[in-house]
């Protein structure tokens, strides 16, 4: 009896120092995982969905730069710049592209609520951004046209 | 282990910007070529920034977002000559660490 008992919890120890060791060669451990239901979304309602988001609300709070006019859809500059307070998260959607979630970004206490980066349009669509301040979700919407052939109108 | 990035880090009144532009394709997978092949999907889908050790920033990215990608945002202390590292990793697993100095 005590033999096997022994051998079981060897055996675990084992098991436990290799997933250990699994670990520390992973380097894409340090991340977290990244939300492939998210991101592989094809609708706001899917994705918001597997963001856990239920409805969020409409707020001025949140500032929304992006351009009228895109004539170039494969590079479009995003800025979301709040001024709720304590931003904990904020998610930035274009609500026609095959996978409408384009980024969520984390932010640690100390970090400010505001964020630039630049996503790929295929189409003309509203650029939607999604904020999670105090708890709370907050979304804020902008339209971007974008002329397809470059010839800008 | 890909290209280097760029990062601009300054720091003022306290508040340190950083400034980001990655290197790479950023494909979506959904690209064909002139034959009609797919290009196969090859995009950064993580991003971390650390100041000094502690995470600043951290983001996850999905197809949508532009070939060699472009990052700001700010955070609250930094002081002139203080580290800002930033590591990504695409959807092969790849990643790439680069670091920068706070300038004034």
Known sequence: MERRNALKTGGGIGLMALFGALGLLQPGKAFAEWNKTAFSSKSMEEALAALGVDKPDNSDAIKLTVPEIAENGSVVPVTVACTLANVQQISIFVDKNPNVLAANFTFPQGTEGIVTTRVKMGQTANVVALVKADGKFYRAAREVKVTAGGCGG | ?104
């Open chain 2, 1 to 104: 282990m890909g290209n280097p990035m760029k990062i601009r880090a300054s720091v003022k009144d306290g508040v340190t910007e950083v400034k980001v532009l990655m290197q790479h394709e950023m494909e979506t997978g959904l690209r064909k070529e002139a034959d009609g092949t797919l290009v196969p999907a090859w995009f950064i889908t993580e991003v971390k920034a650390q100041h000094q050790g502690r995470t600043v920033l951290e983001a996850q990215y999905g197809q949508s977002i532009s070939k060699n990608p472009y990052l700001l945002f700010r955070f609250k202390g930094g002081a002139v000559g203080e580290k800002v590292t930033v590591t990504w990793m695409d959807n092969k697993g790849d990643t790439r660490t680069d670091e920068a100095a706070i300038a004034a």
